[in-house]
């Protein structure tokens, strides 16, 4: 009988230590395990403390003669995927004053940064709707004009270059206003189309442009620029090395004077259709580069 009673007070004892062992091990972490919790804790304290991620500008698109904003669908999908707020302002191509006062409309309606691009005459009406403007943080002329105060488009068509190229072939349409006023309205050659305008475009999409092109009115090479955007706003310029429109060599004359960051391609004066991933890579680089 005392034999039993010793063996099972030996027992109790056993288990008691066991039970003691567990309960050191449970109440306190191994090494491993505060590593484990320290490295959570370092983490979730980093990404608390993380600056938010700045805001993307607006990137507003303003189209030029002899095309329409459905122009910029290649570089509104980029766009839009990196996850920039777009958006293709209507240029009325009147002339230099009524489009400019079209555009700062536009600009007046963004809160926020704005990337300002233009292509074609689309450059000469953004560098006169950005003067003074504080929301835009960038130009970027894409195969554009971009004329100083006292221009006119007709003055950069004068501008002697190494390697000028043959005027556009036009056709012009005279017009009534609703006043009465006469004018005259400049087509491009439906024609001449794909090859001046669009010429590493498909033939079928060059010549829905060639049909669904809109006139920039014949007054508009007169009219003066009364304002210099890139004079004080950071500009970034693509060259078109296969341009029919504007001369290649005119548009390095023109982002050497603005002392844009100039990039070239080898495409035609519809870049932004034939090569839209270029277009909106060289859009995005203007917001990285003004941050």
């Known amino acids: 009988m005392i034999r039993r009673i010793r063996l099972r007070t030996a027992l109790l004892s056993a288990g008691a230590a066991v039970l003691a062992t567990v309960g050191v091990s449970a109440a306190v972490p191994s090494a491993a395990t505060q590593a484990v919790a320290t490295t959570t804790v370092s983490t979730v304290a980093g990404a608390a403390s993380a600056k938010p ?56 309606g963004i809160e926020g940064p704005i990337v300002l691009v233009g292509h074609s005459y689309g450059g000469a009406v953004i560098t006169n709707a950005a003067a003074g403007d504080r929301d835009v943080k960038a130009l970027v002329y894409v195969a554009a004009l971009a004329p100083d105060a006292g221009e006119s488009l007709a003055d950069l ?14 056709r012009e349409v005279p017009t009534v206003a609703v006043d009465g006023t006469k004018g005259v309205d ?92 270029v277009v909106a890579h060289l859009i995005i680089e203007a917001d990285h580069g003004t941050r």
């Open 53 to 108: 991620a700045e805001p993307k500008p607006t990137v507003v698109l303003v189209h030029g003669a002899w095309a329409d904003s459905s122009g910029w669908a290649g570089v509104i999908t980029r766009l839009t995927k990196a996850g920039y707020p777009v958006v293709a302002a209507g240029n009325p191509l009147r002339g230099l004053a009524i489009d400019t006062a079209a555009v700062k409309d536009v600009l007046r």
């Open 157 to 170: 068509s004068a501008q002697p270059i190494a390697h000028p190229i043959p005027p556009a072939p036009v």
């Open 186 to 277: 400049r087509y491009l050659a439906c024609d001449a189309f794909r090859a001046t305008f669009a010429a590493d475009v498909d033939p079928v999409t060059a010549a829905t442009m060639a049909l669904t092109q809109r006139p920039l009115a014949a007054s508009a090479s007169a009219e003066k620029t009364e304002a210099t955007a890139w004079r004080t706003i950071p500009s970034w310029y693509l060259v078109s090395t296969q341009d029919r429109v504007i001369a290649p060599d005119e548009e390095r004359y023109l982002a050497a004077r603005a002392k844009a960051h100039t990039e070239e391609v080898h495409a035609s004066h519809a870049v932004m259709v034939s090569r839209p991933g």
